[in-house]
């Protein structure tokens, strides 16, 4: 009975944090042919496909695992990445909502701008699972779920220790350690590991980059008894760095600075975050479970920044500090009931900011402080409950599910002694069907409501407006697979957005942008030929528009309008595996009116390993052909020392050039 309770508890309590199922494979997770058309959430078994065959090995490829999703970074490696997906430039976060072991990424009123999503605590070497989702169709997500969702899941446990150290071009090392402390199996498992990672870069660009993180990480979990389960995590780290920022592009062709130089070297940052997280699991039945999460963040960020250089100081420059402390506190409570022809799902939980610093301030060379632009503290609440049923009938499937949301802000302002509060709420009905007759295809119609959220300074200044905008989305697809080893999935799509947000960080405001509508198609092709031969590639189509705008001014900066990414793995019996990847991304307007144009890249990435024994040696090449490309790009108005006029132009970050890292790991 116990070996029947614990098979139950896989079945029935969902993702271990995540409120969504997780459907195992239980034979050959490396081969395509073992994925049926007709498990549940299909997505997640190809995406375990997908991390064997093509395992990550920073933190920014685990964001560039989900189909369609591109990123860019453009402040010296440890701030958050820039996000795009489905037709939007989601900033760091404004319309993706991010979750890690069940733990929120995204920071709601952040100093930098809305949602922001830091992933670089995370050690990719101890994520097991990668669970997405496009659009907003889900119960269980809520705020910032417009675009989609991603939620990483770290092992529970480990099949031994491993010691791993890399160096390459620039200075760069890394040194990362997994340690299997307990691992017991049968009716009362126990499951100990830590991990260590410290990574160092200086970069390619002029003023080194001294890019530094330290990470730790700790699991533990157990089964008490047939019935009860608990699962505890912590860990934290630091880094900090310096940054070239975004450059003009006439600087680099009036030979003012080289294409890796900076107009103000003195920008940089540093940032650290702690997690701890506890879950207990209790099933009632076979059919029946509960499960309890609690977590809690500490997080600080302090990030000097120059967008404008001496547009509006001409003596000091226009360098500003965003500076963050908050301590974020939260729980959930599920339910989950399994039926004959049926599935339900529940929730109720709340998230709670207390932000207890929270500024933007105009800095000479980030030691002298030369104004207070804006300065407050406060909290952010989130309550909401959630429920889903799950329903099949025959060869039909029908999800019908309802989120409710409640935010709640208090915003102390330390400039103006002003004490504000504000709430809004939200309601977001979803409905989604699929239909599959036989093992070849499985159509489905996804449909449903989400909303991004406000930032809390913008909330209190507007009196409430613009809080919590909806959004309106619809997925019509098919996943189907013609042979056993071949997966096409085409899908059709639409979002509609009540309020589109820019966040000017510089200003502290979020911009209202007008309502906007985007559609677009996807198509994501996988296809394993021979044991050893993996082939995949994703093509994504968005075409958005501002809807109140008139025609030719409609455009919405920096959208991703035509992207791909794709490539080939090979794993030989004889310990040796390649991997090589490509990504592609088309021109795209940078401003409103596509005047101005953010330029389009074609990048090859190269991965080498040899396995013996217990040692695994590693060769990687970014950039294969060394292209010149631009990683983040903006239309910015600046103005350098010594010009009489600002100029409005494009700005960007260099994308990195060729460089190569080697490793070698030892499993003991």
């Not at 890399?166 to 997994?178: A, I, K, M, Q, Y």
């Not at 592009?249 to 080289?258: D, F, K, N, P």
């Amino acid at each position: 009975m116990i070996r029947r309770l614990t098979i139950a508890a896989c079945l029935v309590s969902g993702a271990a944090y995540a409120g969504e199922p997780q459907d195992s494979l239980p034979i050959k997770v490396s081969h395509l042919a073992a994925v049926e058309v007709r498990a549940p959430r299909v997505e997640q078994s190809l995406m375990k496909v997908d991390l064997k065959m093509t395992p990550v090995n920073t933190a920014q490829d685990l964001l560039r695992k989900v189909p369609g999703l591109f990123i860019a970074q453009h402040a010296g490696g440890g701030k958050a990445e820039q996000i795009f997906l489905r037709g939007f430039d989601n900033d760091h976060g404004t319309d993706i909502n991010i979750t890690a072991d069940g733990m929120p990424v995204n920071m709601v009123s952040h100093a930098h701008g809305q949602g922001y999503a830091d992933l670089h605590f995370l050690i990719p070497e101890t994520i097991e699972s990668i669970d997405f989702g496009k659009g907003s169709y889900y119960a269980s997500k809520g705020d910032l779920n417009t675009s989609g969702y991603v939620s990483f899941h770290t092992a529970d446990s480990l099949p031994g220790s491993m010691i791993k150290l890399e160096g390459g071009s620039f200075n760069t090392v890394r040194g990362t350690g997994l340690f299997n402390l307990i691992h017991k199996s049968g009716p009362k498992a126990e499951n100990l590991y830590v991990a260590a990672d410290y990574g160092y870069t200086e970069g390619p660009f002029d003023v080194k980059q001294n890019f530094n993180r330290l990470n730790l990480f700790a699991k533990y979990n157990k089964w008490l008894d047939s019935r009860n389960y608990i699962n505890f995590l912590a860990s934290t780290f630091h880094s900090g760095w310096n940054a070239s920022g975004q450059i003009p592009e006439r600087a680099v062709a009036e030979g003012l600075i080289s294409r890796w130089g900076s107009i103000d070297p003195t920008e940089g940052g540093n940032t650290q975050r702690t997690n701890a997280a506890f879950t207990w699991k209790h099933l009632f039945s076979e059919t029946s479970s509960t499960e309890s999460f609690l977590y809690f963040t500490h997080y600080e960020f302090n990030l000097f920044s120059n967008f404008t250089f001496y547009l509006k100081d001409p003596v000091y420059g226009d360098e500003i500090e965003q500076r963050d402390n908050r301590n974020i506190y939260g729980f959930e409570q599920r339910y989950n009931k399994e039926f004959r022809h049926a599935r339900w799902r529940s929730g109720i939980g709340f998230r709670m900011d207390d932000i207890n610093d929270l500024e933007l301030n105009h800095v000479y060379q980030r030691d002298t402080l030369l104004n207070r632009l804006s300065w407050g503290n406060g909290t952010q609440t989130n309550l909401y409950a959630y429920t889903e049923l799950e329903y099949r009938l025959h060869n039909w499937t029908i999800t019908p599910g309802l989120r409710y949301d409640q935010l709640l802000f208090n915003y102390n302002d330390q400039l103006l002694a002003a004490h504000n509060k504000e709430q809004a709420g939200r309601v977001s009905p979803k409905l989604n069907f699929s239909y599959s007759k036989g093992s070849k295809a499985l159509w489905y119609l996804k449909t449903g409501l989400g909303f991004h959220s406000n930032d809390m300074r913008v909330v209190v200044q507007q009196q409430a407006n613009d809080i919590m905008p909806m959004s309106a989305g619809a997925d019509l697809g098919v996943i189907w697979k013609p042979v056993h080893n071949l997966f096409i999935q085409p899908a059709l799509w639409y979002l509609y957005l009540q309020q589109e947000f820019v966040y000017v960080g510089d200003e502290a405001v979020v911009e209202p942008s007008g309502k906007t509508r985007r559609l677009g198609v996807d198509l994501s092709v996988r296809y394993q030929p021979l044991s050893w031969l993996y082939l995949d590639a994703d093509v994504n189509y968005a075409h958005g528009r501002s809807i109140d705008d008139p025609k030719g001014e409609n455009f919405i900066p920096l959208a991703p309008v035509l992207t791909s990414t794709g490539g080939a793995a090979v794993k030989l019996p004889g310990g040796f595996s390649a991997n090589l990847r490509y990504r592609y991304m088309k021109d795209r307007p940078a401003n409103e009116d596509n005047s101005i144009t953010a330029h389009g890249y074609f990048v090859n990435d190269l991965a080498l390993a040899y396995t013996w024994k217990s040692m695994e040696f590693t060769l990687q090449a970014q950039n294969l052909f060394d292209v010149r490309w631009n990683e983040a790009q903006f239309e910015t108005e600046t103005q350098l020392r010594g010009e009489e006029h600002p100029v409005t132009e494009l700005h960007y970050t260099p994308g990195t050039p060729f460089a190569l890292k080697a490793g070698v790991a030892w499993k003991f």
